[in-house]
């Protein structure tokens, strides 16, 4: 491998490692801070004290994540200087902007009105800290709103032109509302909500597992439940729609994602194969016929376009894999969601092996969302911006051995901070479990047999 292969590459997987441990927090707080203001509100309107401690306990898991996400997020912006210089020369008039609208809403937005969330509740009137509340729900979801906007136009570049090489925009209004933003910014914000669905279900179900008999924990798993059992259908059409999208703009990534290497009609859907790039061919298909033409052009004998038709494409193993273990997780969440919304509304006590299963999918959407995001930017290769500029010409010329060195420290930091993220949860949750509270009883018996072991 010479040199600038190996720079390539490590570059390539240190952007990886970074933007995989920062994209974890943001799908936790956009949706989180939504789910915040709604047990806020709660609270305001019944005056319940249980929804005040929900919300007392999931503003820690908020801000710790929302910490996280805000440091992480600053390394990876250095990433465009030090392994990416090309990236900014060449369309740096159009990320630069995009990248300081996210700052102004992530940090003076966001950070601001979370000061006035985590020690405002007895400073300030109650309305100002629900207002607060609300702030910092709209401030997560506009800073996604312009990391996705730059994300989409990277996959489908829109109201520019290229003059001597560097993009200049010609139209804000078609850079911002680019072909994909749409349904990329709707799938994104979806898998938000799924992640923080089961985060907020899973470690409540943990708090029951550990013998918590109060309310709180029950408000917030019954509230976890039944919002993934809502969204995951409404992520399943919206997912269908993102992949038509897909299909007209990038052709080449979706037939590296069902792996079809020869232009057919009437394509079947594999649900298992084995791809391979040298002999281009798939080795133990096992598919369903039809279908993937009629899921993608809804039509059985419509054609799909095979990757030996383009003149370049994407590594089809990651992209392969990657589609099916999203699909996958996502069926799953779709089936534990769905049983546990049963037991509730059935008014049965949830059994102790559900709570287990509920528990185990407690980061079940950071799976999801990491194997979606991973289809996503690997899909997008060989290019760095489709159309415009080539991954192999943005890479810094920085000797691979400085970028191998980095790249452990990157590795071996994170790992320890999720490590001790994911432990601060779970501490989070014992100690809530081990503290006594008369005060979270229902003001008046509710319908759910489920909440019946609240203490009086």
């Known amino acids: 491998m010479d040199a600038l292969a190996q720079t390539l590459m490590l570059s390539r997987i240190q952007f990886a490692a970074n933007i995989s441990f920062h994209i ?15 047990f806020k509100i709660r609270f ?72 006035i969330m985590l020690f405002g509740m007895q400073r300030v009137p109650n309305w100002v800290h629900t207002g607060a509340t609300a702030l910092v729900a709209i401030g997560t979801t506009l800073s996604a709103f312009w990391i996705l906007v730059l994300n989409s136009w990277m996959h489908t570049p829109a109201g520019y032109e290229l003059i001597i090489g560097v993009a200049h925009v010609t139209s804000w209004k078609e850079v911002i509302f680019n072909p994909s933003m749409p349904y990329r910014l709707s799938h994104m914000l979806l898998a938000s909500a799924l992640t923080a669905s089961f985060l907020v279900a899973g470690l409540s179900a943990y708090r029951i597992l550990k013998g918590d008999k109060k309310a709180a924990p029950r408000y917030a798993l ?8 809502i969204i ?16 007209e703009h990038q052709p080449q990534k979706i037939a590296a994602m069902e792996g079809i290497w020869e232009t057919e009609t009437g394509a079947p859907l ?45 590594p089809v193993k990651p992209l392969f894999f990657g589609f099916r273990l999203m699909v996958g997780m996502g069926l799953l969440m779709l089936a534990v969601s769905w049983v546990s919304v049963y037991f509730i509304v059935r008014r049965h006590e949830m059994p ?24 996503t930017e690997i899909g ?58 008369f005060t979270d009883a229902p003001a008046r018996p509710s319908r759910l047999k489920f909440l019946k072991g609240a203490n009086a």
Request: glycine share 8%; aromatic share 16%; proline share 4%.
């Open 380 to 437: 997008r290769q060989p290019w760095l911006v489709s159309g415009v500029l080539r991954t192999t010409d943005a890479v810094t010329t920085v000797p691979g051995t400085q970028v191998g060195v980095s790249l452990a420290l990157y590795l071996s930091l994170y790992a320890f901070l999720l490590f001790a993220y994911i432990q601060t949860l779970f501490y989070l949750a014992r100690k809530s479990s081990r503290v006594e509270e």
């Open 352 to 375: 102790t092996w559900l709570l287990r299963v509920v528990t185990g999918m407690t980061f079940s959407g950071w799976i999801a969302s990491l194997a979606g995001w991973y289809v």
């Open 222 to 229: 019954t509230t976890g439940l039944f919002a993934a059992a």
């Open 232 to 247: 995951m259908p409404i992520q399943a059409f919206v997912g269908d729609l993102h992949g038509l999208n897909t299909l």
């Open 44 to 115: 305001d309107i019944s005056k319940h004290p249980v929804w005040l401690r929900v919300y007392c306990f999931w503003v820690k898991v908020f801000a710790l994540s929302f910490a996280l996400g805000v440091v992480s997020g600053i390394t990876m912006s250095f990433q465009f200087g030090t392994n990416w210089p090309g990236f900014m020369e060449t369309v740096g008039n159009i990320a630069g902007p995009l990248l300081g609208y996210e700052v102004l809403t992530a940090f003076f937005m966001e950070a601001t009105f979370l000061g």
């Open 270 to 314: 594999l649900l298992f194969a084995w791809p391979d790039e040298d002999a281009r061919d798939n080795h133990w298909e096992v598919g369903i016929p039809y279908l993937a033409s009629l899921i993608l052009t809804h039509d059985t004998q419509g054609e799909l376009i095979g990757l030996n038709d383009f003149d370049a494409h994407p």
């Open 24 to 38: 974890l927090f943001p799908t936790i707080t956009i949706a989180l801070g939504w789910m915040l203001l709604y």
